[in-house]
C-alpha cells in the first residue's frame, strides 16, 4: 500500500538583505511539523522558496546597479545557508524566477482570462510599496501603511482584474466548513473582514520590467502575490510530485491570512484545482520586552549571530517552547538562557550523562536488557499525541520535558549507586529503564532537536534513526555505548550578549502578579461640578454601588457636564489619595488620548457600577 502523503509548505519570502529571525522562526515550526509526520512513516514533502518578482527587489538591485537576476541569485545562498545551519529539512526550494515557475503562472492565468475570471479595466487606489498591496482609504492610518507606516502613494494604471468577488461565497462556506484556518480567532477575523464584501483583485501592472508577463498583453505584468502563491501548486504540478497536492498544511504568519484564504483560494476555486486542506498561522517574534525588531532599537536579532553563541538545537528548543503557536512571542537572550540551562543542561543533559555514566560504571559500557517497564509507562503518549496533532508544539514538548524530569526523579528514588552496593538484581531493571527512556526521549525530540536526537541515539550504539513505532519500551538492545561527550553545556551571562541587551531601551513586560494589583472598577458618575480652582479640571462624584467617591479628572476641554453625567466609566480604584488644586482626589478614570483628541473608556454594554474589571 502507497504511504499516507504529507505536503507541507512555508511562505515564500522576499530576497531583500539575509533572513530575519521571524523566517528561521517559520522554518523552524515548518520543520518540525514536517518531521512529525516522516517520523509517523508518513511520505512527506515540504518546500519553502523565494518570491523574487517583487518591485522592492528591482529596486534594490538597481540601487546598487545590478541586474535584478544577477543581483537576487547574490542573496539566495544566504538563505539557503541559513536553512542549513537550522537543520531545515526541505526537500524543494523554489524560486519564482525558475522556468517551470513561470510557465506555470502563465498557463493559470492564461485559463482565468480564457474562461472569463479576469477582465480588463482601470485601477485607482492607494498603493504599498512595501506589502506591494493596494489598500482603500479606510485600510490606511493617516494616509499611511498600516503596516509599514510609511506614506501609500496614488496610483491609476490600466489592468487586469480577476474576479474574486464571484468566488465569496464559496470561500466563506469551505473556511467555516473545513475549519481552514487554526488558530480558530485569526479564522473569525478573517470571516468578518469578508463581510465587508471582497471585491475584484488588480493582477497586472505595467510600471515594472520585473516579473512575469501576461501571456496575451505582455505589456503586463503579472501582480507578485498572483505570482507568488502558485508555487504552491506549480511545486507539484508534475509526476513523481503530483500525489502531494492538495497540501495538507500551509504555515504563514498572520500578515499575510487574507492573501492565504481569500485571494488562494479564490484563484484556486477558479481553476478548478482542489483546495489546501489547513492554513496554520503563527505569530511574530517580538524583541525584548515585547517590542517590535527595528534597527533603531538596536533589538533585531541575527539568526546566523546567534548561533555563534548558542547551539542550534538550544535556539529551535527555546523559540518552539517559549511561544505558543499561534502567538506573538518575545525573544529575550534570559530567557534563551534560562531554558537552556535548566530544561536542556540540567534536565536532559544531566540526566543523559548520569546514565551514561552509571552504564559505564556498573556494566562497562554494555546495556543490559531488563524486562520490566516502569518509566517509560509514565510518559503521556496521548497527550503528547493531541498537541502534536493540534499544532501545539509547546505542549507537546512540555510532556516531554515533564518526562525528563520523571526519569531524573526516578534515579535520585530509586539511588542506583546503593543498588550497584546491596541489589545487582533490582539495579539491573533500574538501569535498563533509564537507558530505553532515553532512547524514547531520542525518537520524541526529533522533530525539534534533531542534532540532540542523533547524539543520544549515538551515545546509546543505535545504528540507525528510529521511528515512532519504535517509541515504546523494551525495544534497546544489548547494545555497546559510544561516547558523544555532553549534549549541552552551561551558558553563562556573557559579556558581548550582556552590552547588546542593555543597549536595548524597551518597556519591561509585567508579570500578571502586578496587573492583579491594579482595583479597576466600573463606575456611575452622579454629578459633574467645575474644579474651584482649576479650569480644565472637574470635580466628579461617584458611585460604585454601595461604595461613593469623588475624584478629579481633566475632561473639561474634552466634554461638557450633561456629556458625562450618568455615564459609565471605568476607573483605577485603590489609587492613593491626592489633592489636586486643594480638591482630593480618590482614583483615576481611564481615557484614550490620541494627539489632541481624549474619550474616556466605558463598558460595551450596560453592567452595574462596582462591578470589576478583570
Ligand atoms: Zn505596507
Not at 522576499?14 to 517559520?26: A, L
Not at 467555516?176 to 475584484?200: A, H, W
Not at 515594472?208 to 505584468?221: T, Y
Not at 484563484?267 to 517590535?292: D, S, Y
Request: charged share 30%.
Amino acid at each position: 500500500m502507497p504511504k499516507k502523503t504529507f505536503y507541507i509548505t512555508t511562505p515564500i519570502y522576499y530576497p531583500s538583505g539575509k533572513p530575519h529571525i521571524g523566517t528561521v522562526y517559520t522554518n523552524i515550526v515548518t520543520d518540525s511539523i514536517a518531521r512529525w509526520h516522516k517520523l509517523l512513516g508518513e511520505d512527506v514533502f515540504f518546500s519553502t522558496g523565494t518570491d523574487e518578482h517583487a518591485q522592492k527587489v528591482e529596486k534594490e538591485a538597481k540601487e546598487k546597479g545590478l541586474d535584478t537576476k544577477a543581483y537576487v541569485d547574490t542573496i539566495i545562498p544566504h538563505f539557503k545557508d541559513a536553512f542549513k545551519k537550522y537543520n531545515i529539512s526541505y526537500d524543494k526550494f523554489v524560486r519564482t524566477t525558475d522556468e517551470d515557475h513561470k510557465k506555470y503562472c502563465q498557463k493559470l492565468v492564461k485559463k482565468l482570462y480564457d474562461q472569463g475570471d479576469i477582465y480588463k479595466g482601470k485601477y485607482e487606489g492607494w498603493y504599498c510599496n512595501g506589502c506591494e498591496t493596494y489598500y482603500t482609504e479606510k485600510d490606511l492610518v493617516d494616509g499611511k501603511c498600516p503596516l509599514h507606516g510609511t506614506k501609500a502613494t496614488w496610483f491609476e494604471e490600466e489592468a487586469y482584474f480577476f474576479k474574486m468577488s464571484k468566488y465569496e461565497k464559496k470561500v466563506i462556506d469551505y473556511i467555516k466548513k473545513n475549519n481552514y484556518i487554526t488558530p480558530k480567532y485569526r479564522q473569525e477575523f478573517i470571516l468578518s473582514r469578508m463581510k465587508d464584501g471582497v471585491r475584484d483583485l488588480c493582477i497586472s501592472r505595467t510600471n515594472s520590467e520585473w516579473g512575469i508577463s501576461l501571456p496575451w498583453d505582455h505589456k503586463h505584468k503579472i501582480w507578485v502575490w498572483f505570482d507568488a502563491l502558485p508555487n504552491y501548486t506549480s511545486n507539484t504540478a508534475s509526476s513523481p510530485w503530483k500525489k502531494f497536492w492538495p497540501a495538507n498544511v500551509h504555515v504563514i504568519a498572520h500578515d499575510i491570512i487574507w492573501h492565504h484564504s481569500v485571494i488562494w483560494l479564490s484563484m484556486l476555486l477558479a481553476a478548478g484545482i482542489e483546495l489546501p486542506k489547513k492554513l496554520l498561522v503563527h505569530g511574530f517574534i517580538m524583541g525584548e520586552g515585547g517590542l517590535k525588531m527595528s534597527k533603531s532599537l538596536g533589538n533585531v536579532i541575527d539568526p546566523l549571530e546567534l548561533l555563534k553563541k548558542y547551539p542550534v538545537d538550544s535556539v529551535r528548543y527555546f523559540l518552539l517552547r517559549e511561544i505558543p503557536l499561534g502567538s506573538d512571542g518575545a525573544f529575550s537572550y534570559h530567557a534563551l538562557r534560562e531554558r537552556h540551562n535548566s530544561e536542556l543542561v540540567n534536565g536532559l543533559g544531566n540526566l543523559h550523562a548520569r546514565t551514561l555514566s552509571m552504564v559505564e560504571k556498573y556494566y562497562s559500557g554494555k546495556i543490559v536488557k531488563s524486562p520490566k517497564n516502569e518509566l517509560p509507562k509514565k510518559f503521556n503518549y496521548a497527550k503528547f499525541e493531541e498537541s502534536m496533532s493540534n499544532f501545539e508544539l509547546h505542549n507537546a514538548l512540555s510532556e516531554i520535558m515533564h518526562f525528563v524530569n520523571e526519569c531524573n526523579k526516578y534515579i535520585n528514588d530509586n539511588v542506583p549507586w546503593e543498588l550497584a552496593k546491596n541489589n545487582k538484581k533490582r539495579l539491573d531493571i533500574v538501569m535498563y529503564n533509564l537507558a530505553d527512556s532515553l532512547r524514547l526521549i531520542s525518537i520524541l525530540i526529533e522533530p525539534f532537536m534533531p542534532e540532540t536526537s542523533e547524539n543520544i541515539q549515538k551515545s546509546l550504539g543505535m545504528k540507525k534513526k528510529e521511528d515512532y513505532k519504535k517509541a515504546k519500551f523494551g525495544l534497546l538492545g544489548n547494545n555497546k555505548l559510544e561516547k558523544v561527550g555532553y549534549l549541552f553545556t552551561r551558558i553563562d551571562e556573557g559579556e558581548t550578549m550582556q552590552k547588546k541587551e542593555t543597549k536595548v531601551e524597551t518597556k519591561p513586560v509585567i508579570p500578571f502578579t502586578d496587573f492583579e494589583k491594579l482595583d479597576l472598577r466600573v463606575a456611575k458618575i452622579i454629578k459633574v461640578e467645575n474644579h474651584p480652582n482649576a479650569d480644565k479640571l472637574y470635580v466628579l462624584q461617584l458611585s460604585l454601588g454601595s461604595e461613593k467617591k469623588q475624584i478629579v479628572a481633566g475632561l473639561r476641554s474634552h466634554y461638557k457636564p450633561e456629556q458625562l453625567l450618568n455615564k459609565k466609566i471605568i476607573i483605577i480604584n485603590n489609587l492613593q489619595p491626592t489633592v489636586l488644586r486643594g480638591v482630593e482626589s480618590n482614583g483615576m478614570l481611564l481615557a484614550a488620548s490620541k494627539d489632541q483628541k481624549v474619550v474616556f473608556l466605558t463598558p460595551e454594554s450596560d453592567i452595574p457600577e462596582g462591578a470589576k474589571i478583570s
